[in-house]
């Protein structure tokens, strides 16, 4: 039962390949996120759906794509990867207008 | 616009020593402010919500809107403490958007 979880834990993949995670959140929550933790454990936030639709869309390259299918759901497709891909990616969700956002175990993200 | 500074990359302390975590932000709203936690290689997890004004694991934060900090304190550390902490201030508008500090190691050695 656990409340936000991502797939893949772990991925490795070669610069130039196309990946995805996915995300789903089961607490009924209306929004969610997408942020990255670099390797100086920095965390910024990259994308937010709100209701499935795109509210948050900070300066993040073009190669990177969220979709959200329904409320539960916010997937990270990621092109053309490179070697500053390499970080680790936090799903979270949160009922709008409320502040405190749950957070998915992470996807360890490397580009070799 | 919107900016947390922890102003510690990293913290260490002895076990049973009184710690604080610095926290200052920087908003011209009304601030909603929390701390979380990360154990080593687990998820964030929230320690503290400012509107609660409860103390969780021993910590407590006040805020002071004055002074512009939401400081973490325990007053006697532990070992299981260890953990990267990260103060976020949040914005109901915009999607309920938090804007996380760059976080401050805490290590609590023996």
């Known amino acids: 039962d656990t409340a936000v979880s991502q797939t893949p834990k772990y991925l490795v993949t070669q610069m130039g390949n196309d990946k995805s995670i996915k995300c789903e959140q089961n607490?009924?929550?209306?929004?969610m996120y997408w942020y990255k933790q670099d390797s100086k454990k920095f965390l910024k936030i990259m994308f937010s759906?709100?209701?499935?639709?795109?509210?948050i869309n900070e300066t993040v390259p073009n190669r990177f794509s969220p979709k959200s299918p329904d409320k539960a759901h916010l997937n990270l497709h990621i092109n053309s990867l490179e070697l500053g891909d390499s970080a680790v990616y936090f799903c979270?969700?949160?009922?709008?207008?409320?502040?405190?956002?749950?957070f998915g175990p992470g996807t360890r993200l490397t580009v070799l | 616009a919107q900016r947390v500074t922890q102003p510690e990359k990293l913290l260490s302390v002895f076990k049973g020593a009184p710690v604080e975590l610095k926290c200052n932000y920087s908003?011209?709203?009304?601030?909603?402010l929390f701390w979380y936690v990360q154990y080593s290689r687990q998820r964030l997890q929230l320690l503290l919500r400012h509107i609660s004004r409860e103390s969780i694991k021993g910590f407590t934060a006040d805020l002071n809107k004055g002074e512009t900090s939401f400081h973490l304190k325990k007053p006697f550390a532990q070992e299981e403490d260890s953990a990267m902490y990260y103060c976020?201030?949040?914005?109901?508008?915009?999607?309920?958007?938090?804007?996380f500090g760059e976080g401050t190691q805490l290590t609590v050695n023996p």
């Open positions: 759906y709100n209701n499935k639709e795109l509210i």
């Open positions: 979270a969700s949160s009922q709008s207008g409320v502040g405190e956002q749950f």
């Open positions: 976020a201030l949040g914005q109901k508008t915009s999607g309920s958007r938090l804007t």
């Open positions: 607490l009924g929550h209306d929004t």
């Open positions: 908003y011209s709203g009304s601030p909603e």
